[in-house]
Nanobody, 126 residues
Framework: QVQLVESGGGLVQAGGSLRLSCAAS????????MGWFRQAPGKEREFVCG????????YCADSMKGRATISRDNAKNTVNLQMSSLKPEDTAVYYC???????????????????WGQGTQVIVSS
């Protein structure tokens, strides 16, 4: 069973950038579809970006296209989310998640994931 720990959250001004990391233990990230989600107060948890385990194909939500990308560092067993041009509406708790099922396709539903981290808070000030 893989454990996921997010880091890198914090306070950033609008227009700034932030890099979140998700460190995995107990499992190799290349065995999972890895995703990032976020949840703002009073809102549903929503998909941000994901990366497939085989081809490394990247999927991102329309709201984040051009402003976010996801990458894997297999040597460190981590998955990173690089965000730029941040907006106050990007303020949320960001979660890392892993899905162990096979298939090189996007998982945008939180129900598709088997494992979750505890989240890291991102606050974007205007």
């Amino acid at each position: 069973q893989v454990q996921l720990v997010e880091s890198g959250g914090g306070l950033v001004q609008a227009g700034g950038s932030l890099r979140l990391s998700c460190a995995a233990s107990g499992g190799t990230i290349t065995r999972y579809f890895m995703g990032w989600f976020r949840q703002a107060p009073g809102k549903e948890r929503e998909f941000v970006c994901g990366i497939t385990r085989n081809s490394g194909r990247i999927y991102c939500a329309d709201s984040m296209k051009g402003r976010a990308t996801i990458s894997r560092d297999n040597a460190k067993n981590t998955v990173n989310l690089q965000m730029s041009s941040l907006k106050p509406e990007d303020t949320a708790v960001y979660y890392c998640a892993a899905d162990e099922s096979a298939g090189d396709y996007a998982r945008v539903s939180r129900a598709a994931y088997d494992y979750w981290g505890q989240g890291t808070q991102v606050i974007v000030s205007s």
